[in-house]
């Protein structure tokens, strides 16, 4: 795998900003994604970067860096239907090529 | 409805019995991935076909699962001699392999209960 990590849960208020965080192993690095999963439903594609820097996309931006492994999703301006786990998940490479590597994912849940 | 469709969407069977899950990609995808997901968990890769040629099988994937795509559209995961630990939601995904091919389209999903 992988060894992709990120927090279990996270809690926010409506309106606030948030940073999911997510770490992952460099070998065999082929792009990070971000993906939302709401309770019951398919994973839903949000961003994917392959090369350092933020990419902003409406409410939620994603940043990478290659370096140290590090990747977080922003997510600005909460709405309760932001509730949802949010998956970090690396792309494969060479002989795993087309394979996803997801984190266990990150439950955040968004008071009123 | 344009997107990835799975079939059935429930299923429970009896420990030992086998069973049959469909996938319909995206029609223009050439791609198509099966995932396993567990609760409180992310989903975990099983297979991977181009077109009609089965490219990568987790070793997650014992002998007593197979998948087939046989004119490259639709695809089927078999479970044979199911255990309770097959348990999961078995989910199917499709990608273009030029266009954002980065960009995998899940479906619904089949969750499955071994009893």
């Known amino acids: 795998g992988q060894n992709i990590d990120q927090p279990t849960e996270m809690t926010a208020t409506e309106g606030a900003i948030v940073q999911i965080n997510c770490t992952y192993q460099?070998?065999?690095?082929?792009?990070l994604f971000w993906y939302q999963q709401h309770a019951g439903e398919a994973p839903t594609f949000l961003s994917y970067?392959?090369?350092?820097g933020l990419e902003e996309k409406g409410r939620f931006s994603s940043f990478l860096s290659r370096s140290k492994g590090y990747s977080y999703l922003l997510l600005k301006e909460l709405q309760m239907k932001d509730s949802a786990s949010y998956l970090c998940a690396s792309g494969g490479r060479g002989s795993t090529l087309g394979r996803l590597y997801f984190g266990r994912g990150t439950q955040l849940t968004v008071w009123p | 409805d344009t997107g990835v469709s799975q079939d059935p969407r429930h299923k429970i069977t009896k420990r030992g019995q086998n069973v049959t899950f469909r996938c319909d990609p995206i029609s223009e995808h050439n791609r198509l991935y099966w995932y396993r997901q567990t609760l409180g968990q992310g989903p975990e890769f099983l297979t991977y076909f181009q077109n009609e040629a089965q490219l990568e099988k987790s070793r997650l994937l014992s002998d007593r699962f197979s998948a087939e795509r046989p004119k490259g559209s639709f695809s089927t995961l078999e479970i044979q001699r199911t255990e309770q630990g097959d348990s999961a939601m078995y989910l199917c995904?499709?990608?273009?392999?030029?266009?954002?091919?980065?960009?995998?389209?899940f479906g619904p999903g089949t969750r499955l209960t071994v009893t």
């Open positions: 970067n392959v090369l350092d």
């Open positions: 460099t070998s065999g690095f082929n792009g």
């Open positions: 995904a499709s990608s273009h392999d030029s266009i954002r091919s980065y960009e995998q389209y």
